[in-house]
């Protein structure tokens, strides 16, 4: 349902293909909120592979066309809906998923996938929670069984997740290490909590990590290009060692044998088929983080949303990322 003779610009996506079918239109009606809908005046929205693969029709996630992409907003609540008991109109909040979309100027979504944003967070940093940080808590505790003590590798530490996964391993007492691209990229992880670095573009960089990591390697692997790492990665594992698959653009040949004497496991990681336990398990761990301190979203490049196309090609393009990606509304 949409607001009588109001108005926003928004992102439609007409079909399924390259960046190009990213449209801004100016005339997109402001849609109303159901009765446990909120609708949210966008301040800020995040930018995630995740939203590449729908766009190009190669994720399960197939919405039905046209569509408004954007899971995580950050924003001021601008209407409620009848039974919404939890926000008001005014209130600062983030978003982790959106009905509408969120790569527009208002959106809506559901009361229970809203939360208030701290005060000693801005928008941009809103909008950067919301999948990095959950998906880094879910492939860390809720799929890998993480324990502190335990040595993780963070494959791609210095992009969104990548980030997230540094603050939130180091915050539980897990040992860190990171790869990255560039020299800033791998400042970057030091700087949000790796203990070591290393340069995944240096050809002997996993031997480098086998020297740090000692005789019993790493417990854990948070892999954001599985389709380049995942045959070293097995090699780099513990006994009980597991890998977890958070991002992936293509197949990789693995011998399976390199999971036999270790006894190690290759765990896939799908945000989107969180329970509603897990979702508020991660949110209250979260919310920790957020009055402890310890969690502080990194911004990357920002764009506007005539710049949407440009968005998508640099998040799957740019080699070294650094820091979470969003638009500025």
């Known amino acids: 349902m949409a607001s009588v003779g109001r108005f ?13 079918v990213l449209k801004l239109l100016t005339d997109v009606p402001v849609p109303s909120p159901g009765e446990t809908q909120v609708l949210i005046r966008v301040h800020a929205c995040g930018i995630n592979p995740v939203d590449t693969y729908i766009r190009a029709g190669a994720h399960a996630v197939r919405p039905s066309l046209p569509y408004t992409p954007g899971f995580d ?16 109109k005014g209130d600062r909040v983030f978003t982790r998923a959106s009905v509408t979309g969120g790569y527009a100027e208002y959106t809506i979504a559901s009361e229970d996938t809203v939360y208030p944003l701290p005060d000693q967070l801005n928008f941009k940093q809103g909008a950067a929670i919301s999948v990095p940080y959950f998906t880094a ?9 993480g324990k502190p003590g335990e040595l993780v590798l963070v494959h791609g530490a210095s992009g ?32 949000n909590g790796a203990h070591k670095v290393f340069n995944h573009r240096e050809k002997d960089y996993t031997e480098k990590i086998k020297e740090a990591a000692g005789a019993e390697g790493v417990n854990v692997i948070l892999e954001m290009l599985s389709n380049v790492n995942l045959s ?82 640099d998040i799957i393009q740019s080699s070294g990322a650094t820091g979470k990606m969003v638009f500025v509304l």
């Open 232 to 313: 070293n990665d097995l090699k780099l594992l513990s006994s009980g060692g597991r890998v977890v698959i958070v991002g992936c653009r293509g197949s990789i040949e693995i011998n399976p044998r390199d999971t036999m004497m270790k006894e190690s496991s290759i765990i896939g990681v799908s945000l989107f088929s969180s329970t509603k336990d897990e979702w508020k398990e991660a949110a209250a761990a979260l919310f920790g983080g957020m009055e402890s301190g310890w969690l502080k979203p990194l911004i990357g490049p920002e764009y506007p949303l005539e710049k949407a196309p440009q968005a998508h090609e």
């Open 8 to 20: 926003m610009r928004a992102i439609r996506v007409s079909e399924f293909g390259k960046p190009e």
């Open 160 to 191: 969104g997740v990548g980030i997230a996964s540094c603050q939130i391993a180091r915050a539980y007492g897990f040992k860190v290490f990171g790869t990255a691209g560039s020299q800033e990229g791998l400042n970057l992880a030091l700087q």
């Open 137 to 145: 808590y879910r492939a860390l505790f809720q799929k890998a069984h």
């Open 73 to 88: 907003t950050s924003g001021v609540v601008e209407e409620v809906g009848r039974n919404v008991t939890a926000f008001k």
